[in-house]
């Protein structure tokens, strides 16, 4: 004999059934909020990946430019423009302490300033500006349109000038030099 469930029954499974659609359901809602979070985990996890390969570009910039700035300098050494004595003084961990040599060799004008060279123009103890210029004195005083209270320069020969000048440039971002090139370079290590 076959019977058949009765209308309290069909209700009491429909009942639990409903309850089991609902159960499921939730699971999936709360699933779905799981695997939406997963993946603003994930992109911030990117997004994290990319910055920290960004700065590390960012220190290997920084640490070639400061190498170049190294080489400029030794160079200059060797060719007898800086003292073998200010060598050995010269402290060489940051682009600051870079500025700080500069700064301290400034005011010592010889007639090497009326050659070829890099300047560095400074305001208030801050370098401000890194020029060259074949003829140094020359053109410090030509720049009306830059205020600064100090100068320094660097004598080089006038076939690395372009090379030397650009190594201090992106080295030490002088805030007046505002050539694209340097104010990208500004902008990514201050990002």
């Known amino acids: 004999m076959n019977t058949f469930p009765t209308l309290g029954e069909i209700a009491s499974m429909a009942s639990s059934l409903a309850k089991q659609v609902e159960f499921h359901a939730q699971k ?3 699933l779905s909020q ?8 994930e ?7 990319e ?3 960004a700065a590390i570009q ?3 910039d920084c640490r070639r430019e400061l190498r170049l700035a190294r080489e400029a300098v030794e160079n200059l050494v060797k060719t007898g423009s800086v003292k073998k004595a200010d060598q050995k003084s010269l402290p060489w961990e940051s682009p600051d302490d870079i500025e700080r040599v500069i700064y301290s060799k400034s005011a010592k004008i010889d007639r090497s300033a009326i050659g070829p060279g890099i300047y560095f123009l400074f305001s208030s103890n801050k370098l401000v500006y890194v020029g060259q210029s074949i ?6 005083g030509s720049h009306q349109d830059k205020i600064f209270d100090r100068f ?3 004598p080089v020969p006038k076939s690395r000038l372009n090379e030397t000048e650009r190594s201090f440039i992106n080295l030490l ?4 030099n505002i050539d694209q090139k340097t104010v990208n370079m500004r902008n990514q290590r201050s990002a």
């Open 152 to 154: 320094s320069f660097i």
């Open 58 to 60: 960012r220190r290997w």
């Open 43 to 49: 992109k911030r996890i990117r997004g994290l990946i």
């Open 34 to 41: 799981e695997s939406d979070y997963l993946r603003q985990i």
């Open 28 to 30: 999936a809602k709360e």
């Open 51 to 53: 910055s920290r390969r």
């Open 135 to 140: 003829s140094v004195l020359s053109r410090v």
């Open 173 to 176: 971002l002088p805030e007046l």
